[in-house]
């Protein structure tokens, strides 16, 4: 639960851009969007990569990352949560602990995850979260082909979402 009030808190906290009163989005292809906003209260900027508003088409899965730094000028973090947000009529990730991560194809990386879930009005939504090294996310951003295992779903994360996973990485200024 707390991963994803992390990933909520980046929206539902008081919002004013990096260094003006207007919020920083952008909206991307493939429905996600990038925001960052900054959290006067606890004096720190919130980085969020998400899928589209609404109620969640049934079978569809889609990237998710969340993570911050102090004060408002851009720098890198240690690390990020970067996972899988599922929903349609049945849970997918019962008993996951793994987030395997591919890029071009190669093993790059083997994530300890942890699973959270919401009943929906009609659907089930399920995410599967792992902490990653900002630099190792950031190498992965990179690849030409990412794709994502998780007990025995494979995702082969699409060109517009490795766009919107570049787009999350360079919202940290590096």
Same mark, same amino acid.
């Given at each position: 639960?707390?991963?994803?009030?992390?990933?909520?808190?980046?929206?539902?906290?008081?919002?004013?851009?990096?260094?003006?009163?207007?919020? !920083?989005?952008?909206? #991307?292809? &493939?429905?996600?969007?990038?925001? =960052? $906003?900054?959290? /006067?209260? %606890?004096?720190?900027?919130?980085?969020?990569?998400?899928?589209?508003?609404?109620?969640?088409?049934?079978?569809?899965?889609?990237?998710?990352?969340?993570?911050?730094?102090?004060?408002?000028?851009?720098?890198?973090?240690?690390?990020?949560?970067?996972?899988?947000?599922?929903?349609?009529?049945?849970?997918?990730?019962?008993?996951? !602990?793994?987030?395997? #991560?591919? &890029?071009?194809?190669?093993?790059? =990386? $083997?994530?300890? /995850?942890? %699973?959270?879930?919401?009943?929906?009005?009609?659907?089930?939504?399920?995410?599967?979260?792992?902490?990653?090294?900002?630099?190792?996310?950031?190498?992965?951003?990179?690849?030409?082909?990412?794709?994502?295992?998780?007990?025995?779903?494979?995702?082969?994360?699409?060109?517009?979402?490795?766009?919107?996973?570049?787009?999350?990485?360079?919202?940290?200024?590096?």
């Amino acid at each position: 639960m707390l991963a994803i009030a992390l990933l909520v808190s980046c929206t539902t906290s008081k919002t004013a851009s990096r260094e003006d009163d207007r919020p !920083a989005e952008k909206a #991307l292809p &493939a429905h996600s969007v990038v925001r =960052v $906003s900054y959290d /006067a209260e %606890r004096r720190m900027t919130l980085v969020r990569l998400h899928p589209d508003k609404g109620a969640p088409a049934a079978d569809r899965t889609q990237i998710v990352a969340g993570g911050a730094y102090p004060g408002k000028l851009p720098r890198a973090p240690s690390t990020v949560m970067f996972g899988v947000r599922s929903s349609g009529k049945t849970w997918r990730h019962e008993g996951c !602990a793994t987030l395997d #991560l591919l &890029a071009d194809d190669a093993p790059a =990386v $083997s994530l300890p /995850a942890t %699973r959270e879930r919401q009943i929906g009005s009609g659907y089930l939504t399920e995410y599967l979260l792992a902490m990653i090294p900002y630099s190792q996310l950031r190498q992965l951003a990179g690849a030409s082909l990412l794709r994502i295992k998780a007990c025995g779903l494979q995702i082969r994360v699409s060109d517009a979402d490795r766009r919107a996973l570049r787009a999350f990485v360079e919202a940290f200024g590096s």
